[in-house]
């Protein structure tokens, strides 16, 4: 039985926060893997890069994935029900700017920069991806500027060996093997 909760604490007292700038500018020290968060289905074909998803247990494999709701094509992976996260390798830079919006491209143009495949759900796995990480959606909410997505991990596929792609200080990182 998986169990799915979500608990807010109220309280009186207004809580003083710091600024969205200086926020930011101490999350760009934060070093992240770098993704492309993949769907596809009755709502159409959709991928983003991200930097913000995480593991959230191994009993069931889940994973938290924070998509920008400024975007309102992101309610995709919502209604779909359904998304892959694809890690990047050092040598997927390129990608990763496309995927991010940088060149201008369509969705269908993106998905033309790379060779993808489908594992059980049918979201896009990128062929060559570090880690590839299919995942039946199990719940979703709103958190103020983002969607945050709980997938149960379905299926997995990975290339070991080779370098990973990072985000720290506002630009790409690789993280070569020792």
Not at 106 to 135: H, I, M, N
Request: hydrophobic share 40%; charged share 20%.
């Amino acid at each position: 039985m998986t169990e799915h909760s979500t608990h807010l604490i109220s309280s009186d007292k207004p809580i003083v926060t710091v600024s969205s700038v200086d926020y930011r500018n101490a999350m760009s020290h934060f070093a992240g893997a770098v993704h492309i968060v993949t769907t596809d289905g009755v709502k159409n074909r959709r991928g983003v890069t991200i930097s913000a998803c995480c593991s959230l247990s191994d009993n069931p494999p889940t994973v938290l994935v924070c998509l920008m709701r400024q975007h309102e094509e992101n309610r995709i992976f919502i209604e779909n029900e359904k998304f892959c996260v694809n890690t990047l390798a050092g040598h997927h830079k390129n990608l990763s700017d496309i995927f991010a919006g940088r060149g201008g491209l369509s969705q269908e143009q993106r998905f033309l920069q790379a060779e993808w495949g489908t594992l059980r759900t049918g979201a896009p796995v990128l062929s060559d991806a570090l880690v590839a990480l299919d995942c039946q959606l199990v719940g979703w909410h709103i958190h103020a500027t983002h969607y945050v997505l709980i997938g149960e991990v379905v299926a997995v596929k990975t290339h070991p060996g080779i370098d990973a792609l990072m985000y720290l200080d506002r630009n790409y990182r690789t993280l070569p093997l020792i």
